[in-house]
């Protein structure tokens, strides 16, 4: 599968940015669907992600509250919502796909996308 990721840019610091990944490929439905970032000098790092059915959602710690993960399976994409966001969510933000049970360990992602930036502004 592969995927294409949108909808980063600049936003300032308490506002919203909403971001897209569009799969093509096998079908989509099979894969549950994550969102990973990576700050400049950190590690790569989980953020959320949302089962097959889009029924189960799962976000890290620091997003808990602020961001929000949805897919539509007609549409192959899956999106991630970000709201109140602070300078520290400035990163790259990667989708990615992986077949069976959820994970939050990049290793066991098996498709990514190709990044989309999102830089927050004090």
């Known amino acids: 599968v592969q995927l294409q990721a949108s909808g980063g840019g600049l936003v300032q610091a308490g506002g919203f940015l909403g971001l897209s990944c569009v799969a093509s490929g096998r079908s989509f439905s099979n894969y549950v669907m994550g969102w990973f970032r990576r700050a400049p000098g950190k590690e790569r790092e989980f953020v959320a992600a949302i089962g097959r059915a889009g029924i189960n959602t799962f976000f890290a710690n620091s997003v808990k509250g602020r961001f929000t993960i949805s897919r539509d399976n007609a549409k192959n994409t899956v999106y991630l919502e970000m709201s109140s966001l602070n300078p520290e969510d400035t990163a790259v933000y990667y989708c990615?796909?992986?077949?069976?049970?959820?994970?939050?360990?990049?290793?066991?992602?098996?498709?990514w996308g190709q990044g989309t930036l999102v830089t927050v502004s004090s």
């Open positions: 990615a796909a992986k077949e069976n049970l959820y994970s939050n360990r990049a290793a066991a992602y098996d498709y």
